[in-house]
């Protein structure tokens, strides 16, 4: 019998600090955690919440939280988070999919969810208080087994209904061990976080790490680039989206003295434009790591820690991890060209949540995840990706790879950044199209954009439609919404 949590109680008591404020100051020790997560736990048992419940979460970010994830851990339910900006038409359908046993939400929420749902609400503030008396009792990390679900993640939902990712305690045991060797994690990290923790990146990624080695981990609740940059000094790992470090630039105060305690900077969620990373390197003389997830799978390659990191990459697989680019008909493709990238290994999930028709439809015969991304491999073994499937573009019969257009404008000189998506056309089917967001430098039109692009490109990959904008749509990890750019511009 396994539960994952056991993994991360072992580390606790290797360390003292838990979680720190900016200013250095322990607000909960590691001598605190197992009394803590005891307390939720008992919380979780006294509320009539059973092993394989769902328990749905949400609330701001802060330590209680946090504590409160791993109490669902040791308790043996089912975490479920739910990103703090959905609005009530999301929660409906969250509420009645899931139908959890527990909700947890904030104080300005708790009526609206006593309106969705029949389950045990509890409130938790953003100062940490939570609207129950706590039992101090001592509390029995709950047996589970490695296949049995821990959290649910649901994923964004941009091409459908959102689905609900199972993820098992193995498949976060694993993925947990893999990053910790991979990015030689040490006790004595302090773990920089301005992450959302609704997320694998900030929640399994930001969290996992430390906890598992007793590090501790300065802990923000919000990402602020200038609080980051005073904060550098004292902290030796920090992981944000690609926006992160964009802003991160931003603040004259980064240089190589305000990184000389940093021992890695990681990046992930969104993929990395190659200057950001050159830029990043020569001011803060660090090389950022770029790595590859989902939420379906936690982490899957990364850049070395030791070796050369490649800009633009995303790196090998990770140990025990299987990646392969396959052709539309499963075949694999040759070195550096395009195909499908499909993954297997223990981190990956054991499918969609009551949805077992699409599960059955996003793996192969042979039991490979699709990840539903465009991906290439060189020739050392490095894996590019290249965009989503739903965001190829189909022109006139052929394939155009938005990441390819992209990369060259964003080396355009004026473009700060861009994206690139297919609207319809009557003639080609879909046009190629460029939305830019200018560095303010240059006076760019249009004609300047698409003559650029047809120096260095076949004709077919041309822009014909040039949009620019104050700034591109995002979720709340970074991630370009191409969704709403297709909608604003068709």
């Given at each position: ?59 701001e970010k802060s330590p209680e939280s946090l504590l409160f994830y791993f109490a669902c851990l040791r308790f043996g339910c089912i975490y479920l988070p739910l990103n703090t900006a959905y609005k009530v038409d999301e929660l409906v359908y969250f509420v009645n999919d899931a139908e959890p046993t527990l ?388």
């Amino acid at each position: 019998m396994t539960n994952v949590y056991n993994l991360f109680s072992s580390g606790a008591k290797q360390g003292t600090s838990f979680i720190q404020d900016g200013q250095g100051n322990t607000r909960y020790s590691y001598d605190q955690f197992d009394a803590l997560t005891s307390q939720y736990a008992n919380l979780l048992r006294s509320s009539g919440v059973k092993a394989g419940d769902r328990v749905m979460v949400q609330v701001e970010k802060s330590p209680e939280s946090l504590l409160f994830y791993f109490a669902c851990l040791r308790f043996g339910c089912i975490y479920l988070p739910l990103n703090t900006a959905y609005k009530v038409d999301e929660l409906v359908y969250f509420v009645n999919d899931a139908e959890p046993t527990l909700i947890l939400c904030d104080p300005k929420s708790e009526a609206l969810f006593r309106k969705l749902s029949n389950a045990n609400i509890y409130t938790l503030d953003n100062e940490g208080n939570i609207n129950a008396d706590l039992d101090d009792q001592a509390f029995d990390t709950a047996d589970r087994l490695s296949d049995d679900v821990a959290v649910i993640i649901y994923t964004s939902g941009t091409t459908g209904r959102p689905k609900g990712a199972m993820i098992s305690h193995g498949n976060i045991e694993s993925n947990s061990k893999v990053l910790s060797a991979s990015w030689g994690w040490q006790c004595n990290d302090v773990m920089l976080h301005a992450l959302p923790i609704y997320h694998v990146h900030g929640l399994f990624v930001g969290s996992h790490l430390p906890v598992m080695n007793g590090s501790p981990i300065i802990f923000l609740n919000r990402f602020d680039a200038a609080a980051i940059v005073e904060l550098l000094p004292t902290s030796t790992v920090y992981m944000g989206v690609p926006t992160n470090y964009t802003r991160l630039l931003a603040q004259p105060e980064l240089g190589r003295e305000s990184c000389k305690n940093m021992r890695l900077f990681i990046s992930g969620s969104a993929p990395l434009l190659t200057h950001t990373f050159n830029d990043f390197n020569e001011r803060a003389g660090h090389t950022i790591i770029e790595r590859y997830g989902m939420s379906e799978t936690g982490m899957n390659t990364s850049n070395p820690l030791n070796g050369n990191r490649k800009g633009g990459t995303v790196g090998p697989p990770l140990a025990g991890i299987i990646c392969r680019i396959v052709d539309d008909e499963g075949i694999p493709v040759a070195k550096n060209d395009t195909g499908h990238l499909e993954l297997k290994g223990p981190n990956v999930f054991s499918g969609y949540w009551r949805m077992p028709e699409k599960t059955a439809a996003e793996f192969s015969p042979d039991g490979f995840f699709k990840t539903g991304d465009l991906a290439s491999e060189d020739e050392d073994g490095y894996i590019s990706i290249v965009g989503r499937n739903k965001d190829l573009i189909i022109s006139g019969g052929l394939n155009v790879y938005p990441k390819e257009i992209e990369t060259l404008l964003d080396n355009f000189d004026g473009v700060a950044e861009s994206a690139v998506i297919g609207l319809p056309d009557p003639d080609f089917g879909e046009a190629v199209s460029a939305i830019i967001v200018t560095d303010g430098t240059k006076n760019l039109q249009p004609a300047d954009i698409t003559a650029y692009v047809k120096e260095k490109v076949a004709n077919f990959k041309a822009t014909k439609h040039v949009f620019f904008v104050d700034e591109l749509p995002r979720n709340a990890m970074g991630k370009v919404q191409k969704n709403k750019l297709r909608e604003m511009f068709t």
